[in-house]
T-cell receptor
Framework: AQSVTQLDSQVPVFEEAPVELRCNYS??????LFWYVQYPNQGLQLLLK??????LVKGINGFEAEFNKSQTSFHLRKPSVHISDTAEYFC???????????FGSGTRLLVRP | KAGVTQTPRYLIKTRGQQVTLSCSPI?????VSWYQQTPGQGLQFLFE???????NKGNFPGRFSGRQFSNSRSEMNVSTLELGDSALYLC??????????????FGQGTRLTVV
C-alpha cells in the first residue's frame, strides 16, 4: 500500500537554529510531493511542491526541500527558524492518478526563544 | 481573489442526526476535494468532484456522501452521525488543467463535534 511516513511527531528547536523535518514515501511509480503547514484552527497552506526537474525545491517562508528518489525521501529544511514557524507540518504525495493526496501523520515544529 | 470558503466553521450535532457541510471553491476552480482530519487517523481523503462528477472516493462508509453543483460549489453530507465522526473537515479546490500536479488550496475547515 502506498504510504507517507513522517518520522518525527514533534521537533523542538531554538529560534534561529536550523531544522529538518523528515518525510519518506513508498511508491513504485512517479510521484508528486508536497509540504503543507497548518497553524492552529486553520486549514492547510502549501509551502512547496516537487513535480519534476530540479530535486531541490524552494518554497515560501524560507523553506526548501530535496527530493531523493533512491531514498524515497522529501525532507523539509530551513536554515534559521522563527517563533512564527511553530505549527504542524504535513508531507503529502499524489502517486496513483487518483486526484487525491495521501498525507503523513504530521510533525509539530515547536520553536523556542 | 477570495480563497476557499467553508461554512459553517463550527457545528455541534447529536448522534444519529445528519449534517451538511458546504464548500465554495476559488473562482474558476473546477475540482473540489474533501478530507477528514482527526487526531487518531490524521488527514484522510473522502472524495473528489470535478464538473459535478465524483472522480474518486476514499475508504469511508456510505454514510458519507457529497455532490457538486454547476457553479463548482460542493456539499458533503454525513448521515446517522456517530461520535467518531467528530473531526475537522477540510475542503480543497484545484484549477485542474488536466494534469495531476495542480496545487490544492484548502479552506479553514468545518469543525464538527458529535455529542
Amino acid at each position: 500500500a502506498q504510504s507517507v511516513t513522517q518520522l518525527d511527531s514533534q521537533v523542538p528547536v531554538f529560534e534561529e537554529a536550523p531544522v529538518e523535518l523528515r518525510c519518506n514515501y513508498s511508491s513504485s511509480v512517479s510521484v508528486y510531493l508536497f509540504w503543507y503547514v497548518q497553524y492552529p484552527n486553520q486549514g492547510l497552506q502549501l509551502l512547496l511542491k516537487y513535480l519534476s526537474g530540479s530535486t531541490l525545491v524552494k518554497g515560501i517562508n524560507g523553506f526548501e526541500a530535496e527530493f531523493n528518489k533512491s531514498q524515497t525521501s522529501f525532507h523539509l529544511r530551513k536554515p534559521s527558524v522563527h517563533i512564527s514557524d511553530t505549527a504542524e507540518y504535513f508531507c503529502a504525495v499524489n502517486m496513483d492518478s487518483s486526484y487525491k493526496l495521501i498525507f503523513g501523520s504530521g510533525t509539530r515544529l515547536l520553536v523556542r526563544p | 481573489k477570495a480563497g476557499v470558503t467553508q461554512t459553517p466553521r463550527y457545528l455541534i450535532k447529536t448522534r444519529g442526526q445528519q449534517v451538511t457541510l458546504s464548500c465554495s471553491p476559488i473562482s474558476g476552480h473546477r475540482s473540489v476535494s474533501w478530507y477528514q482530519q482527526t487526531p487518531g487517523q490524521g488527514l484522510q481523503f473522502l472524495f473528489e468532484y470535478f464538473s459535478e462528477t465524483q472522480r474518486n472516493k476514499g475508504n469511508f462508509p456510505g454514510r458519507f456522501s457529497g455532490r457538486q453543483f454547476s457553479n463548482s460549489r460542493s456539499e458533503m453530507n454525513v448521515s446517522t452521525l456517530e461520535l467518531g465522526d467528530s473531526a475537522l473537515y477540510l475542503c480543497a479546490s484545484s484549477l485542474d488543467t488536466g494534469g495531476l500536479n495542480t496545487e490544492a488550496f484548502f479552506g479553514q475547515g468545518t469543525r464538527l463535534t458529535v455529542v
